[in-house]
């Protein structure tokens, strides 16, 4: 198979957290968002992606058969969606969902189960970014070679450094070793270029530097990757004992290449209370055409 013109995509829908900071003790992914839960959202954004092909729900094993019958089973998925089992954190259960992608698929997408308002189009068109990427020129090859040694662009991302697709500068003369010599990119990660300012601050407190703001990318979910490069990363994790805040930072870490998309700001995270007024109100306005 070509993957890169048939990369087939599934998703790793990560819904293991108790839902502490919410307050509501049974969790927040199935209260009632705008009439449905809000995985269900989620879900059906995957759903409608048309390069997604399988759904993960990773979440803890007794929720199972309760998320199943609330949130799955009422709404006719046309996409096959598993369960998987969540882990300690948040890292033990992406790959928890990573051992559950089946051999047929190329690209694994993890998003967060709490972001309901993500769109199918941004779905597939962070999917097309990462595979046409193995289709454009390679970084200092006009030739298009990506093989062996990636020539990084003095503005692409390494080791946590994510950029625009669009932002990606001449290659400098710097190169690493390919985590995984088959494709240009390992990944790509939903966000955009930092807007606030931002601060580095010492043990009381006070502001001590304030960096260049477009040095900084703010980054949601979807993370989309290569399945064998997310796997990689995650035996380099293994091998390290390296712990990462997400997972385009364990790919980082292990010498990969992953840039950011710029993708729409209004995929907001459900984490308080609080949030669910502005993504009830985009929801109720998506139904309103």
Same mark, same amino acid.
């Given at each position: /198979?070509?993957?890169?013109?048939?990369?087939?995509?599934?998703?790793?829908?990560?819904?293991?957290?108790?839902?502490?900071r919410? *307050?509501?003790?049974?969790?927040?992914?199935?209260?009632?968002?705008?009439?449905? +839960?809000?995985?269900?959202?989620? @879900?059906?954004a995957?759903?409608?992606?048309?390069?997604?092909?399988?759904?993960?729900?990773?979440? &803890?094993?007794?929720?199972?058969?309760? /998320?199943h019958?609330?949130?799955?089973?009422?709404?006719g998925?046309?996409?096959?969606?598993?369960?998987?089992?969540?882990?300690?954190?948040? #890292? !033990?259960?992406?790959?928890?969902?990573?051992?559950?992608?089946?051999?047929d698929?190329?690209?694994? @997408?993890?998003?967060?189960?709490?972001?309901?308002?993500?769109? &199918?189009?941004t779905?597939?068109?962070?999917? *097309?970014?990462?595979?046409?990427?193995? #289709?454009?020129?390679?970084?200092?090859?006009?030739g298009?070679?990506?093989?062996?040694?990636?020539?990084?662009?003095?503005?692409?991302?390494?080791?946590? !450094?994510?950029?625009? +697709?669009?932002?990606?500068? !001449?290659?400098?003369?710097?190169?690493?070793?390919?985590?995984? !010599?088959?494709?240009?990119?390992?990944?790509?990660?939903?966000? #955009?270029p930092?807007?606030?300012?931002?601060?580095?601050?010492d043990?009381? *407190?006070?502001?001590?530097?304030? +960096?260049?703001?477009?040095?900084?990318?703010?980054?949601q979910? &979807?993370?989309?990757?290569?399945?064998?490069?997310?796997?990689?990363?995650?035996?380099?994790?293994?091998?390290?004992?390296?712990?990462?805040?997400?997972d385009?930072?364990?790919?980082?870490g /292990?010498g990969?290449?992953?840039?950011?998309?710029?993708? &729409?700001?209004?995929n907001?995270k459900?984490? @308080?209370?609080?949030?669910?007024?502005?993504?009830?109100?985009a929801?109720?306005?998506?139904? #309103?055409?």
């Open positions: /198979m070509d993957t890169n013109t048939r990369a087939r995509g599934c998703a790793i829908i990560v819904a293991g957290g108790s839902g502490t919410f *307050g509501n003790p049974g969790g927040k992914l199935l209260i009632d968002v705008a009439g449905k +839960p809000l995985i269900t959202w989620t @879900l059906e995957f759903d409608a992606a048309s390069r997604v092909e399988r759904i993960v729900v990773v979440c &803890p094993p007794e929720k199972t058969d309760k /998320m019958r609330a949130a799955v089973a009422p709404f998925f046309a996409t096959p969606i598993a369960f998987a089992p969540s882990g300690a954190e948040r #890292q !033990d259960s992406t790959r928890n969902g990573l051992d559950s992608v089946p051999t698929c190329d690209i694994v @997408l993890v998003h967060d189960a709490a972001r309901p308002l993500i769109l &199918p189009e779905i597939d068109a962070a999917i *097309g970014a990462l595979v046409s990427a193995d #289709q454009a020129p390679a970084f200092g090859d006009s298009g070679n990506v093989s062996g040694k990636r020539e990084l662009g003095a503005g692409c991302a390494l080791h946590g !450094d994510a950029i625009s +697709p669009t932002r990606c500068e !001449d290659a400098s003369t710097a190169s690493i070793s390919a985590p995984n !010599d088959l494709h240009a990119l390992d990944g790509v990660v939903c966000g #955009q930092a807007v606030d300012t931002l601060k580095v601050i043990a009381g *407190g006070c502001f001590v530097k304030t +960096p260049p703001r477009a040095k900084f990318w703010t980054v979910t &979807p993370q989309v990757f290569w399945v064998d490069s997310l796997r990689r990363a995650y035996e380099w994790a293994d091998r390290t004992g390296f712990v990462g805040t997400d385009s930072s364990l790919v980082e /292990m990969g290449r992953v840039r950011g998309f710029d993708a &729409p700001r209004d907001l459900v984490t @308080l209370p609080e949030d669910l007024v502005p993504v009830e109100a929801l109720h306005a998506r139904l #309103q055409g």
